[in-house]
């Protein structure tokens, strides 16, 4: 069963906590840790201005909702259940690769996860905590109106970390998210940044820095990712490829 909508984030779609903030424009709440980040109200898509509001508290305070986790009867008023979500022991890992590769992997935990990987996928893990990647033919990939997507993991830090990258010739951008598999505790330690560089012409860089998030077990929590419009970087293509550097950094 799926719960009321208003017991619920708009944005990343987790339970809302109390005061959670609510869009001057359209009335509808975000949760405090989203309506401090997002800038564009993912209800009506106008600029974000969000106003804390207490409307909420008594409801969120007394009606007990359900984990959505399949098989799991734990249930709790919402606060709670944010956090129980995120450690309930019916959280299923998958593998992240599923749909790309039809991986059918399935385990219970970020070790078990982090073994797969590198048992099953080694040719996806990179053992540093940067790498320079390619892309061939990017220009004459421009046009086509195609996503191409890729996933890949490092090992760094003796941890474990989750890169997707999205080349969208939709919408003219590179979409990269870099997800921390490790504990949770840990994840504000780590920023990712992806570099271009003029191979001819020292100094000459654009880097994009983000923060690396924690990986999400399953797939109703939204993610934001750093997007670099194409724009941005392509006088640094080499003829018709592209070349870029993403590192992982300790902070
Ligand atoms: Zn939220
Ligand atoms: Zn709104
Ligand atoms: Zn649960
Ligand atoms: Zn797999």
Not at 64 to 84: D, W
Not at 120 to 148: L, T, W, Y
Not at 149 to 176: G, M, P, R, T, W
Not at 185 to 191: A, D, L, P, S, W
């Amino acid at each position: 069963m799926e719960p009321s909508p208003i017991f619920v984030c708009l944005q990343c779609k987790k339970y809302l906590c109390s005061s959670p903030r609510r869009c001057y424009w359209c009335g509808q709440d975000v949760c405090s840790a989203c309506g401090a980040s997002v800038r564009v109200c993912p209800g009506c898509l106008t600029g974000a201005f969000f106003i804390e509001t207490h409307d909420k508290d008594e409801l969120l305070a007394s009606v007990r909702l359900p984990c959505r986790r399949q098989g799991c009867f734990y249930s709790s008023t919402c606060p709670r259940l944010r956090r129980h979500e995120e450690e309930c022991p019916h959280r299923v890992k998958l593998c992240p690769l599923r749909r790309r590769l039809g991986c059918p992997w399935q385990g219970e935990s970020k070790n078990q996860l982090v073994r797969h990987c590198q048992r099953d996928h080694p040719e996806r893990v990179i053992s540093a905590n940067c790498h320079m990647f390619q892309c061939f033919k990017f220009k004459e990939r421009m046009g086509s109106g195609v996503k191409d997507h890729y996933y890949c993991f490092f090992d760094a830090f003796n941890e474990f970390f989750h890169v997707y990258q999205c080349f969208d010739y939709v919408e003219s951008l590179i979409k990269l998210k870099v997800c921390f598999n490790g504990d949770r505790r840990r994840t504000n330690k780590f920023t990712f940044e992806i570099c271009f560089a003029d191979p001819f012409v020292d100094e000459d860089r654009l880097v994009f820095q983000a923060a690396c998030q924690l990986v999400k077990d399953q797939e109703f929590y939204y993610v934001d990712f750093l997007k670099v419009p194409f724009s941005a970087f392509l006088r640094y293509c080499i003829g018709t490829h592209l070349f870029y550097k993403i590192t992982i950094n300790f902070a």
